[in-house]
């Protein structure tokens, strides 16, 4: 098998936990090919994951064991790491955390085949919102143009099934306060709450819908529903 990670020039020049990393991550290839289906899908993820690691140098520090069984991860839910926002590994406590992004989730919830569309939406204060109950429920927001500095107020899930009906989920600063204090990264401001905050308290909205049971459950939601934010245990992830 070809190199996929890099050429010897480019390891020659890679400090020594880089290098420990990416042969890591190369040994579990076989596993890549048996979780992705085919040599060209593993190879192609594993430039993904070089690529990745590329761009996050930290994570050259955290345990390489931890660092490939995150990406394996990644792989076994069927998303992928990169600029899309799918998937995140974030160096903590000489571990990589795995984590699914809000769109990740998204695109976990269409696997049902019963999703027609799905989505998370910020409210901001100014924006008209409201909820309504009874035999008709009802969300209306307005949307409106806000500066970088405005204040979120609320936050939804919502999705429109192929069924017909609508389900949503509606959270508020308790709400997502909550989740972060419950995430080991966000109590510490690091990872998404830090980086990428809007973004989390998406994705804490669209958790809160598939945790109430409105929408379909396929195995890989559930399971990042489970392990979302957990460090895989360490092991040998070669075959």
């Known amino acids: 098998m070809t190199d996929t990670l890099t050429s010897a020039l480019e390891r020659s020049a890679m400090p020594r936990e880089a290098k420990n990393v990416l042969d890591v991550v190369q040994r579990a290839h076989p596993r890549l090919v048996k979780l992705l289906g085919s040599e060209q899908a593993a190879e192609r993820f594993v430039v993904e994951t070089r690529s990745y690691l590329y761009a996050n140098p930290k994570l050259y520090g955290a345990d390489p064991n931890s660092v490939a069984s995150g990406a394996l991860w990644c792989a ?14 974030v160096p903590f406590k000489g571990l990589a955390v795995p984590i699914v992004g809000y769109k990740g989730y998204c695109q976990l919830a269409y696997r049902s085949g ?4 799905i989505s ?119 075959e």
């Open 120 to 238: 998370a939406k910020l409210v901001y204060e100014g924006e008209p919102f409201a909820e309504y109950g009874g035999s008709t429920p009802k969300l209306v927001h307005e949307i409106r143009e806000h500066g970088d500095d405005a204040t979120i107020a609320h936050a939804y899930a919502v999705a429109r099934l192929k069924t017909g009906g609508t389900v949503w989920s509606v959270i508020g600063e308790r709400e997502w306060e909550r989740a972060r204090k419950a995430s080991a990264l966000g109590a510490k401001n690091q990872g998404l709450w830090a980086e990428h905050r809007p973004e989390a308290i998406r994705k804490t909205a669209i958790r809160r819908l598939a945790e109430s049971g409105s929408l379909p459950l396929v195995p890989a939601l559930g399971d990042a529903l489970d392990h979302d934010e957990t460090p895989a245990e360490l092991e040998d992830v070669s």
């Open 114 to 117: 019963q999703v027609k569309d």
């Open 76 to 89: 076994q839910l069927g998303l992928t790491l990169g600029p899309l926002g799918l998937f995140y590994l």
